[in-house]
């Protein structure tokens, strides 16, 4: 699983990599069209979430119908959702300037976002497909497939952006294109394995698809809302953060655009091993095994906490030659460089805690408590995060480097919160 998640990010970085050519502006543009894409994008992939521990406790309590339920709601869910929330993006533009970004900025964003938009379905599909595997123990396909997905997508954005082998030159919405086609692709795919290929054939996940299951659809609504809303409150932070560095400078902008895709790529192996952790709670809820509750979340997180901690180290180590291979090594690029760099070097504990709180919450989904995560979301990144972020980067001469210590503050408190939550539940099931 957490591979799958880094082969995903790694599409996302090779984009990045192929737009930082264009400039710093490009850049930025790209920035804000994944703060209005991803804004909307949560509030489906939260209710698509709910599909891993519906299946999961199914799973647990051997309960193959049940199994097939989950994952076939599921794909209503995603198919229902993603209609009202395409026309977020189409209208990427106005939103933006609205919010105050500058107009060439916003128009270059919509053109990144008039490409995206069109794979929002596909890429709900296909994480509710992951889930289903997950849930039964083979997430095996979901790798191969994103690992196939990582060249495809690096041949298809090359010749889009650039106008390469015969291709007319999108820039912009060339690499908006390519990722929505690779979108069909990887959905394409995992339809096929779910389908045709042991053990999941056994399932007949597609079995009278036409027909919606009410009421597991209020039932999924009722966790996934909750997992919506706390994701669009962790994304509507950085994102908030993503406005407040364009309010600063175009560099600032940039340089926070990259690192936070430096943090998506650590952030993605704690989201892998958090994906297994609702799996592993939620076979333990289906077998009515308390004991095991609280040993696949613990272990979870000190794993986490291991393996995070070393990516920090190396990303300290490399984060001059990580600002360079985005911005390049052009005299007129050393500012961004230097500026990422430190924002590399202030986020260290950010990134440990970033991954700690995403493990915690995948636990505590694996036992469906999705509120009081919301209600921790909303205390710790806004009130206490987001706050801090205006106050240090506009109130003091901190600028780009005080919004990062911001965004550090409240998700370290979110990741205490969260694990006290999860030690609390698992010790009342225990008794």
């Known amino acids: ?256 655009q990259v690192a936070l895709q430096v943090v998506a790529t650590l952030f993605m192996v704690p989201y892998g091993i958090s994906m297994a952790a609702t799996v592993r709670v939620g076979h333990a809820i289906g077998r009515n095994d308390p004991g095991a509750v609280k040993r696949a979340g613990l272990v979870a997180i000190l794993l986490g906490i291991v393996l995070v901690a070393g990516f920090t180290l190396a990303v300290i180590a490399g984060r001059f030659a990580i600002a360079r291979l985005f911005f390049g090594v052009a005299e007129d690029a050393s500012t961004t460089v230097a500026l990422t760099a430190n924002l590399l070097l202030i986020g260290a504990t950010f990134f440990i805690a970033d991954g700690i709180q995403t493990i915690a919450a995948g636990s505590l989904r694996g036992m469906n408590d999705t509120r009081m995560p919301l209600l921790f979301a909303a205390i710790s990144y806004w009130l206490i995060g987001f706050t801090l972020a205006c106050l240090l980067g506009f109130q003091t001469e901190l600028g780009a480097i005080g919004v990062w210590i911001g965004l550090s503050v409240g998700t370290a408190i979110y990741a205490t919160l969260l694990i006290l939550r999860f030690r609390l539940l698992a010790s009342r099931l225990a008794s």
């Not at 193959?64 to 229902?80: D, E, H, I, M």
């Not at 056994?202 to 698809?209: A, D, F, P, Q, S």
Request: no cysteine.
């Open 1 to 256: 699983m957490a591979l799958t998640q880094l082969s995903q990010i790694a599409m996302m970085a090779t984009d990045l990599a192929f737009i930082g050519r264009l400039g710093n502006e490009a850049v930025a543009a790209a920035a804000l069209a994944g703060t209005i894409y991803f804004v909307s994008f949560t509030i489906g992939m939260g209710l698509v979430s709910a599909v891993a521990p519906l299946a999961a406790q199914a799973f647990g309590a051997r309960d193959p119908r049940q199994v097939r339920r989950a994952l076939r709601t599921g794909l209503w869910a995603a198919l229902l959702i993603s209609l009202p929330i395409m026309p977020f993006s189409l209208y990427g533009e106005p939103i933006l300037l609205a919010l105050g970004q500058a107009p060439a900025a916003a128009r270059l964003a919509q053109h990144y976002l008039f490409g995206l938009v069109w794979g929002v379905m596909p890429a709900l599909w296909f994480m509710a497909i992951r889930g289903f595997m997950g849930a039964v123990n083979r997430p095996q396909p979901a790798l191969w497939i994103t690992l196939a997905a990582i060249p495809a997508n690096a041949l298809l954005v090359y010749p889009l952006i650039y106008g390469e082998w015969g291709f007319p030159r999108l820039e912009l919405f060339g690499a908006g294109l390519a990722t929505t086609t690779v979108n069909f692709g990887t959905v394409l795919a995992s339809l096929w394995f779910a389908t045709r290929r042991p053990p999941f054939r056994k399932y007949r996940v597609l079995g009278r698809i036409w027909r919606i299951d009410w009421r597991l659809m209020r039932q999924l609504v009722a966790i996934g809302a909750p997992i919506s809303l706390s994701f669009m409150m962790e994304y509507g932070m950085f994102s908030s953060a993503a406005l407040l560095m364009g309010l600063i400078s175009t560099t600032a902008l940039a340089a926070h």
